[in-house]
């Protein structure tokens, strides 16, 4: 304890709801998962520090990879709510660039739960909850890539690519890579995205002049 009191060992755990621990072993899981890693994680250790039977878990969830599969969802969740914020109701080309930054800047502040929901063989992809999460969250995604295109049909080709250009830059600085040394590192990484960003973006917009 970092203001140096001592915990009442004899202590018990507060009793959840039926319906609060589901939500409380999430949030425990995802404060787990991000201390520990990935790979690191057990339902076990989670249990103990949500304070409840270790077979609750379980009961729950099935097992790790149904756990992780809602903390990958709520991962999604908070992905779409920082795209919608930084467009912000913009409308076009700047649409794209302000849902690739919102992006980029939720991989920076949670790279754990990250790279969790994305390339980690812990979650289910046919999880029916984390699917329509992670589909809500694409949809922010082509909703932008459409209003940058002046609302042309959708064309998967050019979804795929803005996708992986974004994606790829995320994960670039993520891993370290790109990520500049010292200082504000996360507001260092934003600024060194942003003229991929404008290329993106370019390269988005002019597809179809390129293509004829």
């Not at 979804?159 to 992986?164: I, P």
């Amino acid at each position: 304890w970092k203001d140096g009191s001592r915990r009442n060992v004899t202590e018990a755990p507060k009793p959840y709801h039926h319906g609060d621990l589901f939500d409380a072993l999430a949030r425990v899981a995802e404060e787990l998962v991000r201390e520990t890693g990935i790979h690191g994680f057990s339902l076990r250790e989670c249990a103990r520090r949500a304070g409840v039977a270790h077979s609750a878990p379980a009961h729950h969830f099935g097992d790790v990879t149904g756990l992780l599969s809602e903390v990958a969802a709520r991962g999604f969740e908070r992905l779409t709510a920082r795209m919608q914020a930084h467009r912000a109701g913009a409308e076009g080309p700047e649409a794209l660039e302000r849902i690739a930054r919102g992006y980029v800047d939720f991989a920076l502040s949670d790279p754990v739960v990250f790279v969790l929901m994305f390339h980690s063989d812990r979650v289910d992809r046919g999880n029916p909850r984390c699917q329509r999460a992670g589909d809500a969250a694409f949809g922010e995604l082509v909703a932008a890539v459409s209003s940058a295109r002046s609302g042309a049909g959708r064309d998967n080709e050019v979804l795929r690519f803005a996708w992986a250009a974004i994606h790829g830059i995320a994960m670039l600085l993520v891993d370290g890579p790109l990520m500049p040394a010292g200082g504000n590192r996360r507001g260092g990484a934003i600024e060194l995205a942003e003229g991929t960003i404008r290329r993106i973006v370019h390269s988005v917009t002019s597809y179809a002049e390129d293509r004829g």
